[in-house]
């Protein structure tokens, strides 16, 4: 017997075409994230507002708009004006999505700024200094906030699903 949330069981996959602007990723995206927020759509549960934390290029907002498209999405990306594909990714999905809204920070324990060090391809990412490591092209230095304090001072929705990627 299948799982009741495998992609196999609900064919309910989004495919690379609908979403990823010619950047590789897997052939389906984000199954069981969409899968199981239909299921949940299918008894009742709209959440109005997403935060997307760490939204990379915005990808994963896309997919899931595909399920939630009347939702308010909030994206959180600190490297969105960094990185070419993600502030061209972003642009784009910026301007099909009026609900999306990007914040170009970085969450944290503490307000500030910080050294973030960008991969090669941006995928791996991170404020966390892992020493020398060849895939990091550069250092780059991002405004912090806390999440709490900046939903105040922007008053922002509270959200009712958040992704964290960090």
Same mark, same amino acid.
């Given at each position: 017997?299948?799982?009741?949330?495998?992609?196999?069981?609900?064919?309910?996959?989004?495919?690379?075409?609908?979403?990823?602007?010619?950047?590789?990723? @897997?052939?389906?995206?984000?199954?069981?994230?969409?899968?199981? *927020?239909?299921? *949940?759509?299918?008894?009742?549960?709209?959440?109005?507002?997403?935060?997307?934390?760490?939204?990379?290029?915005?990808?994963?907002?896309?997919?899931?708009?595909?399920?939630?498209?009347?939702?308010?999405?909030?994206?959180?990306?600190? *490297?969105?004006?960094?990185?070419?594909?993600?502030?061209? /990714?972003?642009?784009?999905?910026? !301007?099909?999505?009026?609900?999306?809204?990007?914040?170009?920070?970085?969450?944290?324990?503490?307000? !500030?700024?910080?050294?973030?060090?960008?991969?090669?391809?941006?995928?791996?990412?991170?404020? *966390?200094?892992?020493?020398?490591?060849?895939?990091?092209?550069?250092?780059?230095?991002?405004?912090?906030?806390?999440?709490?304090?900046?939903?105040?001072?922007?008053?922002? @929705?509270? @959200?009712?699903?958040?992704?964290? /990627?960090?």
């Amino acid at each position: 017997m299948e799982d009741a949330i495998s992609p196999a069981s609900s064919g309910a996959f989004v495919t690379v075409a609908q979403v990823c602007n010619n950047h590789r990723v @897997p052939t389906e995206l984000f199954p069981y994230e969409t899968i199981t *927020l239909q299921k *949940l759509k299918d008894q009742g549960y709209a959440p109005a507002v997403i935060f997307d934390i760490g939204a990379s290029n915005g990808v994963w907002s896309d997919t899931i708009a595909l399920t939630l498209p009347e939702a308010e999405y909030h994206l959180f990306e600190p *490297l969105a004006g960094a990185v070419p594909f993600y502030e061209r /990714d972003l642009r784009e999905r910026l !301007g099909r999505h009026p609900n999306f809204h990007l914040h170009a920070i970085a969450l944290s324990d503490h307000s !500030g700024t910080a050294e973030m060090f960008a991969t090669h391809d941006a995928w791996g990412s991170s404020l *966390l200094d892992r020493g020398e490591v060849p895939e990091v092209k550069e250092r780059v230095v991002v405004p912090l906030h806390t999440l709490d304090v900046f939903v105040r001072e922007h008053n922002l @929705p509270l @959200p009712k699903v958040m992704k964290l /990627d960090t």
